[in-house]
C-alpha cells in the first residue's frame, strides 16, 4: 500500500489519469470543506513513492475532479462557490477557464466519455448543466428540483445521462428527445421503493426515502447502474426494466455511503467508500444467476468480497486504475491521506 500526505486539507475526490498510470489528481477543501479554500494536487507514482507534481489553490473548497478525454493535461474541478474551472497542468497555477452559473455548491463534475466534446455539472441548487469547453456559457440546464450530488454521462450514449439527488430518486435524461415540459426526462426512478415479490421468498418491504449521494453505471452491462448514499445500501437498477425495482442490494456499511465505482475489468465487482472509514469490495451476484438468500432485505446474491479500514476518517473518493494488473485503486478521505491499494489483497483473490 503506497500513502501520500495532504496535511492541512481533507480529501474529496481522487481519479486516475485516463491517459498515464502513473498520474493522479486528488481535489481537497480545507477545514473539511466547511468553510476555506481549496487544493487541487496532481500526484505522481515513482519508484520512491508518491510525489506531488503541482497543485493549484483556489478560493473555495473543492469536491469533485474529472480529466479530460480529449486533452491528458485538462482536469476540471467542482467548487463550492458554485463554479467549474479547468486547469491545464501544464500551465501556471490559475485556471484556463471557469464557468459560474450554478447558484450553490457544485459537488460533481463528468466527461462525456463518449463524444469526448461536453462534460455536465451537477449542484446543490437542484440543476445539472451541460457544458462544451469551447463555449462562456452552459448548452443546456436539466433541473431535478432537489440537489443533486452525483450526475454522470452513459459509458454507452453521448446524449444519455443519470443523476441521483436529495429526494431519493435515479433520473435519466436523453438529450435527443424534444426540450418540452419534462426537459429531456425520460425516467425518475424511487430509489427506496419495495422490489418486485419474488416467488417463494416474503416480500422486501418498501424502505423510507432518504438522500442518495453516489452512482456508477456498469462498464459491461448497458443499462446497469448502482446506487448509494445515506441508508448505507448500495442497490444495482437494470433501468431497461425499471419496474422491478433494485436487482439487487449490498449491505454491510455502518455510515453512510459516500462514493461508488464498478470495476472496469470485472462486470459483477465494485468499490464502495462510505463515511464508516472502511472501503469494500462487492459482487452483485450477477455472476452468480442472482441466487437468493431468503433475507427479504438483501437478495441478488450479491455480497461483500472485503473490506480496507486503514483510513481514519470519512472516506470520501475512489477510482480504479485503468492500466495493468486489474484491482489496482486510490482512495482518499478526511483524514488527508491518498491511498494506492490492491483490491484483490483483501479479496483473498
Given at each position: 500500500m503506497l500513502e501520500f500526505n495532504t496535511p492541512g486539507w481533507n480529501g474529496y475526490s481522487v481519479k486516475?489519469?485516463?491517459?498515464?498510470?502513473?498520474?493522479i489528481a486528488v481535489a481537497t477543501s480545507a477545514n473539511f470543506g466547511l468553510v476555506g479554500n481549496g487544493r487541487l494536487y496532481i500526484l505522481g507514482l515513482t519508484p520512491k513513492?508518491?510525489?506531488?507534481?503541482k497543485w493549484f489553490d483556489t478560493q473555495d473548497g473543492l469536491f469533485d475532479l474529472a480529466w479530460s478525454e480529449n486533452h491528458e493535461n485538462q482536469v476540471l474541478v467542482a467548487s463550492g462557490d458554485g463554479s467549474v474551472k479547468l486547469f491545464d497542468i501544464s500551465l501556471p497555477e490559475f485556471p484556463i477557464a471557469s464557468w459560474s452559473e450554478h447558484a450553490r455548491e457544485v459537488f460533481s463534475v463528468h466527461w462525456n466519455l463518449v463524444s469526448k466534446e461536453t462534460f455536465l455539472?451537477?449542484?446543490?441548487?437542484?440543476c445539472i448543466k451541460i457544458w462544451n469547453p469551447n463555449n462562456a456559457s452552459s448548452i443546456a440546464t436539466l433541473p431535478t428540483h432537489s440537489c443533486t450530488y452525483s450526475a454522470e454521462f452513459s459509458p454507452y450514449s453521448p446524449s444519455v445521462l443519470s443523476a441521483v439527488s436529495s429526494d431519493s430518486n435515479l433520473r435519466l435524461f436523453d438529450l435527443r428527445t424534444p426540450a418540452s415540459a419534462s426537459n429531456h426526462l425520460v425516467l425518475s426512478l424511487p430509489i427506496h421503493a419495495a422490489p418486485r415479490a419474488r416467488p417463494?421468498?416474503?416480500p422486501a418491504p418498501a424502505m423510507p426515502p432518504s438522500e442518495a449521494l453516489t452512482h456508477d453505471w456498469n462498464k459491461y452491462r448497458d443499462g446497469v447502474i448502482a446506487t448509494a448514499g445515506v441508508d448505507r445500501t448500495i442497490r444495482v437498477f437494470d433501468i431497461r426494466a425499471p419496474a422491478q425495482g433494485p436487482m439487487s442490494t449490498l449491505q454491510g456499511h455502518d455510515y453512510a455511503v459516500r462514493r461508488i465505482s464498478w470495476s472496469p475489468h470485472l462486470p459483477d465487482l465494485l468499490l464502495s467508500a462510505s463515511y464508516d472509514m472502511t472501503c469494500r469490495v462487492w459482487t452483485d451476484g450477477s455472476n452468480e444467476g442472482g441466487?437468493?438468500?431468503g433475507d427479504p432485505l438483501t437478495f441478488g446474491g450479491g455480497k461483500e468480497m472485503g473490506r480496507m479500514g486503514r483510513h481514519t476518517e470519512f472516506v470520501t473518493g475512489l477510482d480504479w486504475c485503468l492500466f495493468g494488473t486489474e484491482g489496482w485503486c486510490a482512495t482518499t478521505g478526511w483524514d488527508s491521506r491518498l491511498l494506492i491499494w490492491d483490491v484483490r489483497a483483501i479479496m483473498g483473490r
Open positions: 486516475w489519469s485516463p491517459y498515464f498510470d502513473s498520474r513513492g508518491i510525489v506531488a507534481e455539472s451537477s449542484s446543490w441548487d437542484g417463494g421468498i416474503a441466487q437468493l438468500d
